[in-house]
């Protein structure tokens, strides 16, 4: 089955400066990958996706990229603030299955 | 669009009794259903998946005559879970995916402790 690896489990960062969060996927058919955001005691709320036909995907502080041939893909989020302090999950979703496998998920700490 | 409502919120139960958690997707219909189980600092561990009018497919290791799953129409699905234990005290959370749709969306969560 499709394994997700994801890095760093913590991330600190001073307010203002990029966060860059890392995920790996094993299964080559996996071709759609959502970004959740959960904050303390509620619900993860997607962020952005991209599918396997694009390389890479743009909603304003927030970017994700895609690497289909070393099966890798990243969220950035640039000019970080206080409120994107959360934990971001990645996921990879196998083509056909709609069955998610998650990531281990990153706590991003924002320093105001 | 694309919202899913979870009730309740927060259960506190005896050890023994059965407890109910509903899923809905309020304002699309929900063709799958997906429930998970999280652990404090931990990630979302799927417990099953339900398509409308199916049973349920669960995942290894979670017990199905425990973890009771019914998606009876399109827009509602629930979880019982039967002669709760304090070891099946944690945060259950469903999500919902329409027809042909890959993104799921998530409920809020039910925070079961049990006693």
């Known amino acids: 089955g499709e394994n997700v690896e994801q890095h760093p489990s913590t991330l600190s960062v001073q307010e203002g400066d990029s966060a860059v969060i890392k995920c790996t996927y094993s299964?080559?058919?996996?071709?759609?990958f959502p970004w959740y955001k959960q904050e303390l005691g509620k619900r993860p709320q997607l962020i952005i996706d991209?599918?396997?036909?694009?390389g890479e995907k743009k909603d304003q502080r927030i970017a994700v990229t895609l690497n289909k041939t070393a099966k890798h893909f990243s969220l950035h989020i640039t000019e970080t603030q206080p409120e994107d302090s959360a934990v971001y999950f990645c996921a990879a979703v196998r083509g056909g299955s709609y069955i998610p496998t998650f990531g281990r998920g990153t706590s991003l700490i924002v320093h105001p | 669009g694309a919202v899913v409502s979870q009730h309740p919120s927060r259960v506190i139960c005896k050890s023994g009794t059965s407890v109910k958690i509903e899923c809905r997707s309020l304002?699309?219909?929900?063709?799958?259903m997906f429930w998970y189980r999280q652990f404090p600092k931990q990630s979302l561990m799927l417990m099953a998946t339900?398509?409308?009018?199916?049973?349920?497919?669960?995942e290894q290791g979670v017990e199905k005559d425990k973890f009771l799953i019914n998606h009876a129409s399109l827009t509602l699905s629930t979880l019982t879970v039967t002669s709760a234990h304090p070891e099946d005290s944690s945060f259950y959370i469903c999500s919902a995916r329409g027809s042909a749709q890959e993104t799921q969306y998530f409920g809020p969560g039910t925070r079961l402790l049990v006693l």
């Open positions: 304002d699309f219909q929900a063709t799958t």
């Open positions: 299964d080559s058919a996996s071709n759609y």
């Open positions: 339900s398509n409308e009018g199916s049973k349920a497919t669960y």
């Open positions: 991209i599918r396997s036909d694009v």
